[in-house]
């Protein structure tokens, strides 16, 4: 069974510090997706990454594909309080199109 | 947004009895998903259909079933509920394999 492990479960920060979440896994995915998700909504996706030691810059956060596409890190620089939320990361296997799915992180940014 | 609307949003019943939810969409997607969202479980597939009367189960499927009689309706059904079901249940869809899921906003269902 696949598995992909997502820390930490939970982070409180000031307003202004820098975090990053990591997922990360033993097998090899094709793609890996980060959704965000608010309470009372579904999760919505942030990005996909598909390429190796690919990069994505989402204005303050930064989406990397670890080089042997196994894991893949969040980076949030000066979080805000409107970054507050439930982020997940989700693996599409190369073996088939199921998604895996971490268990999430849940962010609150205090202000 | 894409067009994905979950009914009911609340549900409250009593262990014993059926209950249905209803994801309805408007995008004529192909494929849709039912997940439930537990605490330290992240997101877990329960079925999916990948076209009218196509479907198949995920990792959690004992004790529901799906019907996809039209393209924009997928329905999930508890032939009878327990405890252990009380979850919030997220239908998605998505266009083609290899693009993101699209996700509704959820039925909290809670079975007493």
């Known amino acids: 069974t696949q598995l992909l492990e997502q820390s930490p479960q939970f982070l409180s920060i000031q307003e202004g510090e820098n975090l990053t979440v990591y997922c990360n896994s033993s097998?090899?995915?094709?793609?890996l997706q980060w959704y965000r998700q608010e309470p009372g909504e579904g999760p919505v996706l942030l990005v996909t990454?598909?390429?190796g030691g690919e990069v994505k810059k989402l204005k303050r956060l930064t989406f990397q594909f670890g080089d042997a596409r196994k894991d893949s890190s969040l980076h949030i620089t000066a979080a805000q309080p409107g970054d507050t939320g439930l982020y997940l990361c989700?693996?599409?296997?190369?073996?088939?199109?199921?998604?895996?799915w971490g268990a999430g992180t849940k962010l609150i940014i205090k202000p | 947004d894409a067009g994905i609307t979950q009914s009911p949003r609340h549900k409250v019943t009593e262990t014993g009895t059926p209950v249905t939810l209803r994801c309805h969409q408007t995008?004529?997607?192909?494929?849709m998903y039912w997940y439930r969202q537990d605490p330290g479980h992240g997101l877990r597939l329960i079925h999916y259909?990948?076209?009218?009367?196509?479907?198949d189960k995920g990792e959690v499927s004992d004790g529901y079933s799906v019907s996809r009689s039209k393209t924009e309706d997928f329905l999930l059904t508890l032939e009878s509920a327990t405890s252990s079901q009380t979850s919030v249940y997220f239908c998605?869809?998505?266009?083609?394999?290899?693009?993101?899921?699209?996700f509704g906003n959820g039925t909290r269902l809670t079975v007493t």
């Open positions: 990454v598909v390429t």
């Open positions: 995008e004529n997607h192909r494929y």
């Open positions: 989700a693996g599409e296997p190369d073996s088939n199109y199921q998604l895996i």
């Open positions: 097998s090899v995915f094709s793609s």
């Open positions: 998605a869809i998505k266009r083609i394999q290899n693009s993101p899921l699209h």
């Open positions: 259909s990948y076209g009218v009367k196509d479907t």
